[in-house]
Each structure stands twice: as C-alpha cells, then as structure tokens.
C-alpha cells in the first residue's frame, strides 16, 4: 500500500478565523469518500496571512501551495489532481487557479532570512520529532556542554537585542542576573503581545512553540535560574493551549524537569494568563500581575534583573528574543551577528497590518527600508490608493510620512528621527486618513491604558486628549490654535521625560509626529508646524 499524501492546513489562528478546521474536515472526508490516502498535518501558518488558509500538498518536488482554500474549493481541487499533478512542482501549467507553486519559490517566502521562523509554517507545532528533524534541540545539546559564563559569552557576541521594543543587549541583561547572588532566580517569557499590527509572538507560539521552550532553557542553565513562566495575554487562547500542549510532551521526555536531557541540571516552565491590560506588557507590571497583584509599574532602581519576580534575580525576555537563542547556540555567535547593519544584528520578524494588500509575517535582516516592506512585500495599498502614513512599533510608535520611508530600519537610524522600531510592527494608511484623529486615538489610548501610578501619564494623556480635541476644533482663531499646539507640545514634554515608563514616556512620539508631519490635519500651516519643532 502506497504511502498517504501528506497535506498541510495551518492550525493557527489567522487560518482558524479563515475557516481552516472546516477546510482541514472537508479535505478528510473528500478524501474518505474516494478512496484516496492523505494525512492532514496541522501547522503553524507560514505568515502570508491574505492567503490563509495555505494549504500545501508534499509532492516528490517539495510541498506546493493553494490559497486561499476555502471549503468549497476542496472537491475541486481533489477533480484537479492536486494529490498527483506532480509536475506543476516542476514549473508546469498550475493544476488550479489556487495553485501558488512550490512553497519555498513564492517571492514573499523566497526574499526573506528565515533564521528564528525557520521552523514555523513547517513542521507539526507538537511533534517532538519534527522539531528534532528540523535542527531543534542543537542550541541546548552544545549549551549543556558549556559553562554558564561562555553561554553568556555567546549572547553578547552575537549583538542579540530586545526584540520587545526596547532593543537592550540581552547578553549584558544575562549578565547581570548571572553575576546577582540568589537562592532562586526566575526566567520570564514577556508574551503580552499587545502592540497594534504585531503578531509575530502569536504565529511563533502557536507554529513553533518548542524553540520557545529550549530559549528558555538556555536562558536558565546560562543564569542558573531552574524556572519560568511564559505570560501570555488572554486573548490567545490557541497560543495558550499549544504552549501548554509543548510543555507536557517536553516535561514527559525529559526535556524540562528535575533532570534536562540527562544533563542533572534542573528547569521547568508553566504559562501564566494576563488579564487583557496593555500595562502589563511593561516587565515591572507584568511581574506585578505575575505575584497575583495589580498591574502597576514599579520604580526603578531595582532593576529586575537584580530583584525582579518575588524580590528574585529575574530575567525577562520577549518571545521573539527569547525563541532566537537556539540558533544562535546552535551555529554560533557570529552567523548570527551578520546578519544586519551597524549595532542591530540578526534579524527581526516584521509584521505587515494595516492598509495593505499583503498582510503578514517578514523576517529580514535589519538594514532594509520601510518602503521595501510595503511594496515588495506587502504590494501597495489594499484600497488601491496611494499610502500616506505608516506607523511604526506600535500604538506607541511615530507616524511615519513617505519622506522617511528610505531609512534603514535600524535601531539607531530610527532614533535619529524620533521614531522607533520597537517589536517590528507596522500599520500602513492610505490618503484618506485624518492624522488628527489618529494622533487623538494615540494619546486617548494612553490615558484607557495607564496604570494611573504616575501623574504625566495618567493626567497628561487625559489633557493631551482635550488640547488635541481644541486644535481641531472649528471656528478657533489662528493665534488660539497655536497657543493650544505650543501647550500640547509642552505637556508632550512633560510627558516624555517624566513618566515612570514607556506608556507615558512614548505616547507623545504619535502626537508629534502627526502634528510635524502632517499639519494641515490640524488645521495649521507647515510653517507653523515646522518653527514649533524646531
């Protein structure tokens, strides 16, 4: 008896609202009834998330994709040959209008530096086998063999930086927790994943969620912390389920607990639910939220990473930071920091939201430009109209305008135009938009979100929405107009360097980049804007 075809129908979210289960059914049942032998293997999605559900068929040329499948394209597809039309892996005329080729030759997939999304899209999400087949473990098996200081040694070397926002070398944050004495020291996995247009953490989770457990690891045996909680936002609960799925199958083969791949050293995970606050994306709240208290920013001094989770030496990383660790134990340091420009080394997943036709996952190396993702990538507007402004890095992120579309997306070149990249997650806009309004979304979400612990976030935001709502107002004098700018421009100040976090700190850099770039939607000649900034 021949063996079954094997067909790929993503499990993950984006293709579960897509209708992936009723797609993954009607494959199964078409198949039943005609006699045909297929084996329907859940993945992770691949991140082309306009084409979802991705259905990709292994042919002896590789696996060939179909999207967007829905049900009522099934038995199609099955009169069309899918299972056998082999040679349309090869080049030939597609077997059906759905057919995409080979996976691995579509161009979004093709240009891209697939290095911490190796495996997502790929393999089973739960199989232990599939992860080990496909180079997992080998980061871990080469730390086991090292001292803790040299695993340390490595991280600085390769120039990782905080894939959450905040950029800072993961290496010397290690450091530090390794070098802090403590009877207990505690890994935590940041996946409140909150930012608008991010994704990146969900599709990792969900795809790959075993590189997030070996990072882990890693983490623990290079700081001699023996245990983490990855915190996860409660609205994903298919992240939640596949995340606590991979910690029982690696728990029940030795992969965590008392005795790691039969090293004698100790590390074991659990997953921690957060209750929908954006706050708690910020590592001193979570690990408030994580002691069972209220989502609150702590002041720092102490660093957690001196008294961090229970008054514990702790690390914190995001997910994406974390899940990168393997491979660069795995092939070294150095492949790793060639990857990119100047101080932002590797690469970074950036997430395509917003106004565009091609939504969905892209890892590259740092370097590129913001007008290469939208267009090569993300193919323009969705409606067809010209783009006018992108957002960078989050609710929190500036307002970018065409003119800045150029600059490499590096951690450093961003600074230099009061912009960040911050998780690598962009929401694009056409030229319909009202850049007033959305500088008053920016600041009104700062003042819904604010934990309320300092006052230039919890009352500056609250003012910046009513001086916004004045400077738009009608029937305001020129000189009333600028006078309410100059004191928005004043309490955006305020803001920026007094609040105790990044919530208050950042959610002036929408505001003002709406205002320097786009005065007209405030009703204000370039002019006025311009002198103001400077």
């Known amino acids: 008896m021949s063996a079954p075809v094997v067909i790929y129908v993503p499990r993950d979210a984006a293709a579960l609202a897509m209708d992936a289960d009723a797609v993954a059914r009607e494959v199964e049942r078409i198949a039943d009834a005609r006699g045909l032998a297929v084996q329907v293997v859940r993945n992770g999605s691949r991140g082309l998330l306009w084409l979802e559900p991705l259905v990709e068929v292994t042919t002896p040329n590789g696996r060939v994709a179909y999207g967007p499948v829905a049900v009522e394209d099934v038995a199609g597809l099955f009169d069309a040959g899918w299972l ?48 080990a087949a496909h180079g997992g473990l080998a980061g871990l098996k080469r730390a086991l063999a090292m001292d803790p200081a040299a695993i340390i040694d490595e991280m600085v070397t390769s120039g990782l930086r905080g894939r959450g926002g905040a950029a800072f070398p993961t290496g010397i944050k290690w450091k530090t927790v390794a070098g802090t004495p403590g009877d207990q020291k505690y890994i935590v996995c940041n996946a409140d994943e909150g930012d608008s247009g991010t994704f990146a953490d969900r599709l990792l989770m969900e795809g790959d969620p075993y590189v997030l457990i070996e990072g882990m690891t890693i983490a623990g045996l290079a700081v001699g912390a023996t245990y983490g909680y990855i915190y996860v936002r409660s609205e994903y609960p298919h992240a939640i389920e596949t995340l606590q799925a991979a910690i029982a199958r690696a728990r029940s083969v030795g992969w965590l607990g008392a005795d790691v791949h039969g090293s004698g050293r100790r590390f074991d995970l659990e997953v921690r639910k957060g209750a929908g606050a954006y706050i708690c994306g910020e590592e001193t709240s979570l690990l408030e939220s994580l002691e069972g208290k209220r989502g609150v920013v702590r002041a720092k001094p102490p660093l957690p990473a001196i008294s961090g989770l229970f008054g514990k030496p702790t690390v914190i990383n995001n997910v994406i930071s974390l899940a990168t660790v393997p491979i660069i134990l795995a092939k070294g340091a150095a492949y790793y920091r060639d990857y990119g420009v100047g101080r932002s080394h590797g690469t970074l997943p950036f997430q395509l939201a917003g106004n565009v036709k091609q939504g969905g996952l892209v890892e590259k190396a740092f370097g590129l430009s913001l007008r290469d993702l939208l267009y090569t990538f993300g193919g323009g507007s969705a409606s067809g109209r010209p783009l006018r402004a992108v957002q960078v890095g989050g609710p929190l992120g500036a307002y970018l305008p065409e003119s800045q579309w150029d600059v490499p997306l590096d951690y450093e070149a961003y600074i230099q135009i009061s912009a960040m990249i911050g998780h690598g997650g962009l929401v694009a806009f056409d030229d319909t938009v009202d850049m007033a309004r959305m500088a008053r979304y920016a600041m009104e979400f700062c003042a819904i979100e604010s934990c309320g612990k300092c006052t230039p976030c919890r009352i500056g935001s609250t003012r910046g929405v009513e001086t916004i709502d004045k400077i738009a107002a009608g029937g305001v004098s020129p000189a009333q107009r600028e006078q309410q700018v100059h004191l928005l421009r004043d309490l955006c100040d305020t803001m920026m360097g007094g609040s105790l976090c990044a919530l208050g700190g950042m959610a002036p850099y929408p505001v003002l980049s709406a205002l320097n770039h786009f005065p007209q939607d405030f009703g204000i000649e370039s002019s006025q804007s311009a002198a103001h900034a400077a």
Do not use: M
């Open 84 to 131: 056998t039309h082999h040679d349309n892996a090869a080049g030939a005329a597609p077997v059906h209008p759905l057919c995409l080729g080979l996976t691995e030759d579509i161009p979004y997939l093709k240009q891209q530096e697939r290095l911490t999304f190796a495996r997502v899209g790929v393999i089973d999400p739960l199989s232990l086998q599939d992860y």
